[in-house]
């Protein structure tokens, strides 16, 4: 309940509307517990006393009241779901924003379907919440006051037997509620489950058709989706339970009231039309009793999913700026490793102890088997990933001193792989830089090589490309993140295997883009073909975590190390 209260701080901007949808949902309720009132009127007033006045006052009263009835009806549906709507979008944008800024290593760790069906599902149920549950809490509650207060005023002996049974039902709704509670979890994770399978295996659908794993796909949704039914079936199995249950009771409390209140009337302690009212009011008691339980097992379901969504806002940023970060200057482009060791899990370092240095303008190229730990290397320069041990400075500025955003700004990634959007070409490129012109988008797209084959694609630069790009290839695709990089004009720049998907043909273009955009910056290559970094001003061959060796193509082809075995293997044993 703690977590619903500060669900309840997220309506705090709505507290107008809230207070008015409170007073509407209240004024239809006691429409409600006026009926009862009018039918003992009607009883003993106009049928056994014959008062014809009483019976025009019950006819406008009866009218009266269902028109305001549905004014208020009107006015509560509409204020408490405006209330949900806004309270579900804040939040949206609440969870959105945190994983924006949530750092790499929680996306290392979780999927993206797990990721999709916070945000998507249990926002909703945040809804359900809020709106449908809090309409019926406030709305059933009033009803159950009202009416055992008029119950009372009507015959409190009476009152008091009809409700021994009460706590009997809450103490039924307390142990159902809590299983609901405990399933509604089982059945959220097996959705997500769902979902992430789904999104899994279509996202790789042509790894799944190239192996011929339809099959061996489709077996693997049939389990999830039966572990998906058999969750929902147990949660069928225990909303079906409960509801009989109350109503069970509900029936005895009845006939105990005819029972006693038969007795009374008969004895000339009470009036028929009070009896009939009294068990009018105990027959809607009965309503909002099945209600509120029911309520109650939502809320529990929804609460879960509220856990979940306050466990993701309250994540921690493990990545975030100090205090007193400062802004990183325009950067000359020194980048210094001292003594740097980092693991992506604890106890389990990908880097020991990793010294080097790049001066303003350089080039510096690592070279090394898979799994090497390169791209860590690549990795820890923007912050990525903060490093377990020594420091990395640019300029002398530490990374971990400055703000993250302006570390990030002065560094170029190209990746192996681009990602794209699925939006225009000319918007994927001026991702590089929003304010670009036209005019800078195309020039950095010519400086890219992209320039002629964008200008042959149906629209041009205003092609909309497909989902991750699909209908580009891979050659076109870096020339684009090449272009992106170039209109952000980094003074750093990172290329971690950028050419390594490509063919040979489009590998020279892009090479000959990457050699351009290299130009006056810092670069940072990393390469699978060593013809590539000849040039390199520094090579490091970085092997299990560690720089084995490091000087420039000649120095290292000399030592006969770990590097001149590579050479070897690509030159086909030539010498130079
Ligand atoms: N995101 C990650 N989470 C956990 N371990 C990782 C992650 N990325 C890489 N590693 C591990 O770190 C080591 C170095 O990987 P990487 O730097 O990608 O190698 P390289 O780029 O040289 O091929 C490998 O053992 C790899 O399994
Ligand atoms: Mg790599």
């Not at 980092?342 to 106890?347: S, T, V, W």
């Amino acid at each position: 309940m703690k977590n619903y209260k500060r669900l309840l701080k997220y309506m705090r901007p709505y507290m107008k509307q809230f207070a008015l949808a409170v007073i509407c949902i209240i004024m239809a309720a006691a429409a409600n517990l006026y009926l009862p009132w009018i039918i003992k009127d009607m009883i003993d007033k106009v049928l056994a006393d014959k008062d014809m006045q009483m019976l025009y006052l019950i006819c406008g009263g009866i009218v009266v009241v269902f028109l305001l009835r549905g004014i208020f009806f009107y006015g509560q549906s509409y204020l408490v779901s405006y209330i949900g709507q806004k309270v579900i979008i804040d939040v949206r944008e609440v969870m959105f924003r945190k994983f924006q800024r949530m750092p790499m290593a929680y996306f290392d760790r979780h999927q993206t379907g797990e990721t999709m069906s916070y945000i998507t599902n249990d926002v909703q149920a945040i809804q359900s919440a809020l709106v449908d549950q809090l309409i019926e809490m406030v709305t059933e509650g009033s009803i159950l006051i009202g009416s055992i207060v008029f119950m009372f005023v009507l015959d409190w002996k009476l009152s008091l037997l009809t409700l021994i049974v009460i706590p009997l039902v809450g103490q039924a709704m307390k142990v159902f509620g809590r299983k609901l509670k405990r399933n509604g979890t089982v059945i959220q994770e097996r959705l997500a489950d769902i979902t992430s399978l789904l999104q899994e295996s279509i996202s790789s659908i042509r790894v799944v058709k190239s192996f011929v794993r339809e099959q061996y796909e489709i077996d693997r949704f049939i389990r999830q989706n039966n572990l998906n039914f058999q969750a929902a079936m147990k949660n069928v199995q225990l909303t079906s339970l409960l509801t009989p249950s109350v109503e069970f009771l509900a029936a005895i409390s009845v006939t105990v009231i005819i029972w006693f209140g038969g007795y009374e009337v008969i004895n000339g302690y009470m009036t028929a039309g009070a009896l009939v009212a009294f068990l009018t009011y105990a027959v809607n008691l009965a309503n909002p009793v099945k209600r509120l339980s029911r309520v109650y097992g939502n809320l529990q379901r929804a609460m879960a999913a509220v856990d979940r969504v306050f466990a993701v806002i309250d994540l921690k940023e493990t990545i975030q700026d100090k205090p007193d970060a400062k802004v990183l200057p325009e950067t000359k482009g020194s980048v210094v490793f001292d003594h740097v060791s980092f693991g992506y899990k604890e106890g389990q370092l990908a880097l020991k102890d990793v010294s080097l240095e790049a001066k303003p303008g350089q080039m510096i190229a690592f070279v090394g088997p898979s799994g090497a730990g390169k791209s860590t290397i690549a990795n820890l320069i923007p912050r990525f990933y903060e490093v377990t041990e020594g420091a990395i400075r640019i300029d002398g500025f530490d990374i971990r001193d400055v703000t993250v955003a302006s570390l990030r700004e002065q560094i170029g990634i190209v990746p192996q792989e681009t990602m794209l959007f699925s939006t225009t070409v000319r918007e994927n490129i001026r991702y590089g830089r929003l304010e670009a012109t036209d005019e800078e988008v195309e020039e950095a797209a010519r400086a890219a090589n992209a320039d002629v084959f964008i200008r042959e694609l149906p629209k041009g630069y205003d092609t909309e490309i497909g989902e991750r790009g699909m209908n580009l290839s891979g050659g076109q695709r870096q020339r684009m993140a090449i272009a992106r990089a170039i209109l952000k004009n980094p003074r750093i720049l990172i290329l971690d295997e950028a050419t390594s998907a490509l063919d040979t043909e489009s590998e020279k273009i892009v090479q000959a883009a990457l050699d351009r955009l290299m130009v006056g910056r810092t670069s940072f290559v990393i390469a699978h073909r060593l013809s590539t970094i000849f040039a390199a001003d520094q090579i490091y061959v970085i092997d299990g975590g560690q720089v084995l060796e490091q000087g420039t193509h000649e120095e290292l082809l000399k030592k006969g190390g770990l590097y001149s075995h590579l050479y070897s293997i690509q030159f086909g044993g030539e010498k130079t």
